[in-house]
């Protein structure tokens, strides 16, 4: 909560408590300076990068007090400190220049996770389905760096043992001009698996395993860039390549159609996303909305396996009402503009992660397109 003289500035008389000194001050303040503490690692520029203000700029008295709440907010929204404060340092009178101190509590950056998890959808399926079989575990490690080099740039690193062998390597720099407006990120992944879900059967995967041969192998490399000239807008454009590989047993005896007859699914693919984000509190929106849609090619050139040109968008929307009780509602849907079969390794659409519906986890629905609604009431216990 930001605050001057030891008064909330989110106190009704804003106005008339900056004015009180001099009643021909302007009713607007000027920013002067603004300070950074408690950044030990961030560089102090990241923080500035996330307030909707500059120095010199004017801000109303009357909206002073939310515009530095909301800011409050911008740079918890970062997820690189667990608090934040914006207090008034200095103020002269005469002309309502002020001078801003930011103070900032950071969070833990280093997450080494031991991997201990179900290679199977959910835990419904694996309880019911799988009888609870320990053999259907995945172990390993999975390590995050949420702010590497003190410029909010993210490492994830992934080795995974066990039921699916699986490597990753993930790395996002959000800013590499001097505007801070573009950003760049590199991915590669590879797996390998003995079991795969190889068919829907009324709308359940049916799986096969082969304790002895590879059913799966996957290899993905990625780039891409971001466009954040707003604070509450970003573009991502994405480029990757793909190559699949199955068992001949998938292709002759249990489907002949996971890769369109192909034992290898080779291809290249580009995307684009646009993000407006007007949530006050992301991790736990109580107002505001969030709006996404993505628009994909899989096979650009000579490809293998895949030819399909995807087009998906949600829209999340949060109230409140009351001090303890907020809703929302998501509404999301996809089509596929290209309506040539697509191989059964792509056509996956409700039931599979993200788009788990609630009240239906053992089961899945394949095809081009698909829609849904979801609502949320939440009460705020602590």
């Known amino acids: 909560m930001a605050v001057f003289n030891g008064i909330s500035a989110q106190h009704s008389d804003t106005t008339q408590i900056l004015k009180s000194s001099n009643p021909q001050a302007p009713d607007f303040a000027t920013i002067h300076h603004i300070y950074v503490e408690g950044n030990r690692r961030t560089k102090s520029s990241i923080i500035l990068r996330e307030l909707d203000f500059n120095l010199r700029d004017t801000i109303h008295l009357a909206t002073l007090a939310s515009r530095l709440q909301q800011n409050e907010f911008n740079i918890l929204n970062t997820g690189l400190f667990t608090s934040?404060?914006?207090t008034y340092k200095d103020w002269v009178g005469a002309?309502?220049?002020?001078?801003?101190?930011?103070?900032?509590?950071?969070?833990?950056y280093i997450f080494p996770f031991p991997i201990l998890e179900l290679a199977d959808r959910n835990f419904n399926v694996w309880w019911d389905t799988y009888d609870h079989s320990l053999r259907r575990l995945n172990y390993g490690v999975r390590f995050y760096h949420n702010n590497l080099t003190g410029r909010k740039d993210q490492l994830k690193a992934v080795v995974q043992q066990g039921f699916t062998k699986k490597y990753e390597l993930v790395y996002?720099?959000?800013?590499?001009?001097?505007?801070?407006?573009?950003?760049?990120?590199?991915?590669?992944?590879?797996?390998?698996?003995?079991?795969?879900?190889?068919?829907?059967?009324?709308?359940?995967l049916i799986f096969s395993r082969n304790s002895d041969q590879l059913l799966l192998r996957r290899f993905r490399v990625g780039a891409g860039v971001q466009l954040r000239r707003r604070l509450d807008i970003t573009h991502r454009w994405n480029l990757s390549f793909h190559q699949n590989f199955i068992d001949e047993t998938v292709r002759t005896?249990?489907?002949?159609?996971?890769?369109?007859?192909?034992?290898?699914?080779?291809?290249?693919?580009?995307?684009?996303q646009l993000v407006v984000d007007k949530r006050d509190i992301r991790p736990?929106?109580?107002?505001?909305?969030?709006?996404?849609?993505?628009?994909?090619?899989?096979?650009i050139g000579p490809s293998v396996g895949m030819d399909a040109l995807d087009l998906d968008a949600s829209w999340q929307q949060f109230f409140s009402f009351g001090k303890k009780w907020s809703t929302g509602y998501v509404l999301k849907g996809k089509v596929g503009l290209l309506r040539d079969q697509q191989p059964y390794y792509g056509s996956q659409a409700l039931g599979y992660e993200p788009d788990f519906i609630r009240g239906y986890e053992y089961y899945v629905v394949d095809g081009l397109?698909?829609?849904?609604?979801?609502?949320?009431?939440?009460?705020?216990?602590?």
């Not at 309502?96 to 103070?103: A, D, G, M, V, Y």
């Open 172 to 204: 996002t720099l959000p800013f590499i001009n001097r505007k801070k407006t573009m950003g760049l990120n590199l991915n590669l992944l590879h797996t390998r698996e003995k079991e795969i879900g190889y068919t829907t059967a009324d709308n359940e």
């Open 369 to 382: 397109d698909y829609g849904y609604n979801k609502s949320i009431l939440r009460y705020r216990l602590f």
């Open 84 to 86: 934040t404060t914006i």
């Open 95 to 108: 002309t309502n220049e002020i001078s801003l101190l930011i103070t900032v509590k950071e969070s833990w």
């Open 253 to 272: 005896e249990l489907n002949n159609d996971f890769f369109l007859g192909s034992k290898e699914q080779r291809f290249a693919a580009a995307s684009y």
């Open 284 to 299: 736990y929106p109580m107002h505001g909305y969030y709006i996404e849609s993505n628009v994909s090619r899989k096979g």
